[in-house]
């Protein structure tokens, strides 16, 4: 019921836009993986499947399916990834594309973040549908339609397919690993973030903005709010409502046709750890640990900004030095080295600061309202302590020097307006958390 309004449908929605979603069928529940032969009949396919899998993953649910193929007497090819720790880059990647042949009619995806990132675009690049089976209710990209990959050491997103459906059993998801339960939650928790950030966008940049996407993420977060004490226990409910949420905020996404509802400047500071973990040679952590920890900072920023009236805002603009743009270039490739030339393609300077001081006092209003809306970074920090999830930089490794080199610089990586933004304008990036 929850999804069936949303896919297969064209909505034509106030904000102008007509929505639609390409995802054929969402099955999320006991026994979901059962239906997979029903799904793939429905869908029209016969025959010739691609199945990919990591070795966690073959373990725990392409086994069965490679053996129910079998008894079909389908034909089927299959990629298993046996590395641990395996990333969506160039090497995974050209690996994949070589193993799936011309005849495959389906590429059936069994796992999570790497191997539905990995699969889902080499479904788009193959031009051939793609299902994914989730393994771990760890993150919300089930339903996106684009790419997270790590290519030349930077991560970017890439235009990709979204599923033709998805299938979560909530038998296989309550015993994926504890910790990547709580990163689904973490991932969800961002939400308060992203919601505040995209709507900044809306009052300071005019940015595309949409009243039935940001309602969607917001009952996708109170589906996962609401599971606290059921995700301790592994409760099938709590699974289940944790992994409708995920879900929803996928569709939120393609709804929008970017991240920009689901991903601000939590997922920024987020990646850019990432980034500087992978070109460490560090072991990397869970998507969501990252975007939660990162959460509890961003609204320790919008906490501060509740506290300030317009006066004391036009105060901080006056004293702000802006930054030329040779300057911001400079500090790019001093922090992004090899792939600062990246970062400044994508985004160097935004040489519209006049006109945007001039709407940050304007609209000083509504945007104390939003910080006003936002959650207490303790309230957030005890939410996520609450799972059991981490809940400081030092909870995953990350030292007081990387959470200030990534406070001041990850906005570079996107062209988004966030909070990090606007505390740059008000010459407050140094801000102490
Ligand atoms: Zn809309
Ligand atoms: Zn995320």
Not at 142 to 166: D, E
Not at 357 to 368: D, F, Y
Request: with cysteine; aromatic share 8%.
């Amino acid at each position: 019921m929850l999804f069936e309004n949303l896919i297969n449908n064209e909505m034509a929605c106030k904000c102008g836009v007509n929505h639609s979603i390409s995802i054929k069928e969402i099955i999320i529940g006991k026994g979901a993986i059962n239906k997979l032969e029903m799904v793939i009949s429905k869908l029209g396919f016969t025959d010739n499947f691609h199945i990919v899998a990591d070795a966690n993953t073959y373990k725990v649910a392409a086994n069965q399916v490679e053996r129910k193929f079998l008894e079909r007497s389908y034909n089927f090819t299959s990629t298993v990834f046996e590395k641990k720790d395996l990333i969506a880059d160039e090497s995974a990647l050209t690996r994949l594309l070589n193993e799936i042949d011309d005849e495959t009619s389906c590429i059936i995806a069994v796992g999570s973040g790497t191997i539905n990132d990995l699969s889902r675009y080499a479904a788009f690049k193959l031009n051939k549908p793609y299902l994914i089976i989730a393994t771990a209710p760890s993150m919300d990209g089930y339903a996106s339609s684009v790419s997270p990959l790590i290519i030349n050491g930077f991560k970017r997103t890439y235009s990709a397919i979204a599923p033709i459906a998805i299938i979560g059993d909530t038998d296989i998801l309550k015993n994926a690993p504890y910790e990547m339960i709580t990163a689904g939650f973490g991932d969800m928790l961002g939400k308060y973030i992203s919601l505040s950030d995209w709507k900044l966008g809306y009052y300071i940049c005019n940015e595309y903005y949409c009243e039935a996407i940001v309602s969607i993420v917001e009952k996708a977060l109170k589906l996962c709010i609401d599971q606290i004490e059921g995700l301790k226990r592994r409760e099938d409910d709590a699974i289940e409502n944790l992994m409708n949420g995920l879900v929803l905020s996928g569709l939120a996404m393609l709804m929008a046709g970017n991240s920009r509802p689901a991903s601000g400047s939590e997922h920024h500071l987020a990646h850019f750890w990432e980034m500087r973990f992978i070109s460490e040679g560090k072991k990397q952590i869970l998507h969501g640990h990252k975007v939660g920890v990162a959460s509890v900072l961003m609204a320790k920023r919008y906490n501060f900004l509740s506290m300030l009236d317009k006066i004391d805002v036009i105060n901080y603009l006056s004293q702000a030095t802006t930054v030329s743009e040779d300057d911001t270039k400079a500090r790019i490739k001093e922090v992004y080295g090899s792939i600062a030339n990246e970062v400044i393609q994508e985004n160097a300077y935004m040489d519209y600061v006049k006109e945007i001081n001039r709407k940050i006092v304007e609209e000083w209003a509504s945007i104390k309202e939003i910080a006003d809306k936002a959650p207490l970074s303790n309230v957030l920090k005890s939410i996520l302590e609450a799972v059991e999830a981490p809940s400081s930089p030092e909870d995953i490794n990350i030292s007081g020097l990387l959470v200030d080199e990534g406070s001041k610089n990850c906005m570079y990586a996107r062209n988004r307006y966030t909070v990090l933004r606007l505390f740059d304008q008000l010459g407050l990036i140094d801000f102490e958390c």
